[in-house]
């Protein structure tokens, strides 16, 4: 995967660079020290991955996320905790708090390099066909037509104008967006909790005013739906019991 760092802080390029290089699947062709720099940079150039700081001078990175192409990952580096859940309201893979632990690096691009496979997969495949029952869904994904039953579904997670549907056994990546496929969706099982995610209630652990636990999987529950997290689905089930 080829990846640039945008970070205004040389030392911040510095240490990410040194992470960076630790992994043979990681080829960094770039770094900027501002978006509009790294944007003159993309427009002649395509990337797989960009590490993104969020606090720049001019453009800052959540601004500037929004302009990145969507074939291109995004894993936020920010020493600010706050924007966390800002970061997943515009399609981020990943957000990392500096200084960086390598474990939580590596996490990281782990997932990155899980989910470029599964994009140049799902590139090649027809995108003509999906349709969803009052049990299962039948979506395209990896070059074949998969039936998944909804009751297995964990999350659904948005990727760009992808989605990734989350099962305790797999992934599958599909062409639909995010919006499409929540309204297909039947509204007593499945919550949309976030720009980027939806979640099936009947495998929430736990939650609180941020996040929503599901197995080893901490969902972030966007601003935007939070209060119709709890008005509409959380206070309407501790009531019924």
Do not use: W
């Not at 905790?81 to 500096?98: I, P």
């Not at 990546?173 to 919006?179: C, G, L, Q, V, Y």
Request: glycine letters at 4%; aromatic letters at 12%.
């Amino acid at each position: 995967m080829e990846c640039i760092i945008v970070d205004d802080e040389p030392l911040a390029r510095e240490g990410i660079k040194m992470l960076v290089e630790k992994y043979e699947e990681l080829q960094l062709v770039g770094q900027f020290q501002n978006a509009d720099a790294t944007a003159v940079y993309l427009k002649d150039h395509s990337v797989d991955l960009v590490f993104l700081d969020i606090q720049m001078p001019g453009t800052n990175g959540l601004e500037f996320a929004k302009s990145i192409p969507k074939d291109t990952l995004v894993i936020f580096t920010t020493a600010y905790s706050e924007f966390a859940l800002e970061s997943y309201e515009v399609d981020a893979l990943d957000y990392l708090l500096k200084p960086i632990a390598k474990s939580r690096f590596d996490k990281a691009v782990k997932k990155a390099l899980s989910y470029h496979e599964m994009l140049l997969s799902e590139e090649q495949s027809d995108h003509s066909f999906e349709t969803v029952d009052d049990d299962y869904v039948f979506v395209r994904s990896d070059r074949k037509v998969c039936k998944i039953d909804l009751k297995n579904i964990l999350f659904i997670e948005g990727l760009k104008d992808y989605v990734v549907i989350h099962t305790d056994e797999q992934r599958y990546i599909t062409a639909i967006n995010m919006k499409t496929i929540y309204e297909k969706l039947p509204k007593s099982l499945f919550v949309r909790v976030s720009k980027s995610y939806v979640v099936n209630v009947k495998h929430i652990d736990s939650f609180d005013n941020n996040d929503i636990q599901i197995g080893k999987y901490e969902i972030p529950i966007g601003g935007v739906y939070r209060n119709d997290f709890f008005d509409n689905f959380v206070m309407k089930k501790m009531l019924s019991k």
